[in-house]
């Protein structure tokens, strides 16, 4: 048997759905779909084992000076760093120390995506770092209707909360720029277009969104030849995912 990336990648994606699955399970619909620290724990602990060792993650805040943020889910830092507080997953750091930022929402219509699209947006503001990953990871299952989708993939209407959210991280320096949900969306902040793309890959959306946040963490530690010699595993469409391409928001 060759090697196959495709289906790596996959498999992954399919074992990050069997783990939050199993506790589903465990827990009952009714209150999986209530907002709940398990879901951060269980992203947090399925990046513990395929990012770098070097690379912290954590949930807390972000401090600078006087100002804090609001709580973050995830906060991916560096732990070479001097660090405001930590005890085990929960710290308070620097902004020089973030590399990356990840907010978890369950089951969330337009509206509440937009509003934590808007959050993160404000959280991006303490960190000036370049290549500073910010994003929004939906596990989208509704307590009562585990097919329910917050309907990402239907182009964001003119003047909705959604679209406004999208254009307010086009303004923004380190405003979101990776969304992902259940329905096989992927979302894309494309810098020098200014440009948000959706993209439909089904069963690659997931993996896609952990292998740009491998992206971002590279050119932070400035492991860029790694990072070349890996591309074509960590994005296994060959002909590249503009084929999947659904909708844009341009800067305005």
Known sequence: MNPNSLEYQKSIAREFNATKDRIRYLIGSTHWGEEGRYKEVILMNFLK?????????????IKEGENISTQIDIIIYDPQMPAYFKEND????????????????????RNRIAEAVFKANQAG?????????NGLFIFGDA???QNYSPKILEKPREGGEFRK????????????????SNDGAFLKKWE???????YEIKELA???????????????KKMTAILNNMHQHLFP?????????KWEVRKQ
Do not use: W
């Open 90 to 109: 929960f710290i308070i750091v620097k902004p020089e120390s973030v590399m990356g930022i990840i907010e978890v929402k369950s089951n969330p219509d």
């Open 206 to 220: 997931t993996t896609y969104f952990f292998s740009n946040l491998m992206v971002h963490l590279n050119k932070r």
């Open 125 to 133: 503001e303490f960190i000036q770092n370049d290549s500073m990953f």
């Open 192 to 198: 020098k277009e200014g440009s948000f793309n959706c």
């Open 165 to 180: 959210s999208l254009l307010n991280a086009l303004s923004k320096e380190n405003g979101v720029n990776h969304i992902v």
């Open 143 to 145: 307590s009562k209707n």
């Open 237 to 245: 469409i060959r002909e590249g995912k503009t084929q999947f391409f």
């Open 49 to 61: 084992r395929f990012l770098p060792d070097n690379v912290g993650i954590g949930t807390g805040f």
